[in-house]
């Protein structure tokens, strides 16, 4: 039984939600779970996120860092910090996108430790939620986020592939 309170935290807006992403890499003491359309624009390559999640990765080899995505375009592209993580820390982080007929789920969201979550109602929508000290709804997004994580397939490998 957790000693802290609930709080949930209202999200207007993409920077509200990009802020609140920050927080909850942060939050991520063992497992970041993170689920998204593509990553783009959410702040991913940007040196502080990378550092949070370089930080959380390197603090103990159990740590892991899940990774999915409905198209891997912008990561594997435009997000050199997330490919360079992958490089470094292939056996804790993995980066899998969903297949076609998952391509309908449009809520994005990402669990810290079975404890936080932040989560947006639609792609389209900037309006959510950050609750952290959450553990019964943070599970439950886990749950889904596995359940779709066990139908997805690797999206991006850690190889380094060249002559």
Known sequence: MSDYTPQHTK???????????????????HNLYLFDKDFDGLGFNAEARYETLRGLLLASPTHRLFVLVHDTRYLTTLCPRMMTLLQQFGSSMSIYQTPKNLRQITEPFAVADNSHYV???????????????????????KSRFMEIWATSHQGVSSAKLGL
Do not use: M, S, W
């Open 11 to 29: 999200l207007d807006g993409i920077a509200d939600y990009t802020a609140a992403l920050d927080t909850l890499c942060k939050l991520a003491q």
């Open 119 to 141: 989560r947006r109602f639609h792609f389209d929508d900037p309006r959510g939620i950050l609750a952290q000290h959450d553990p019964e709804n943070a599970l439950a997004l």
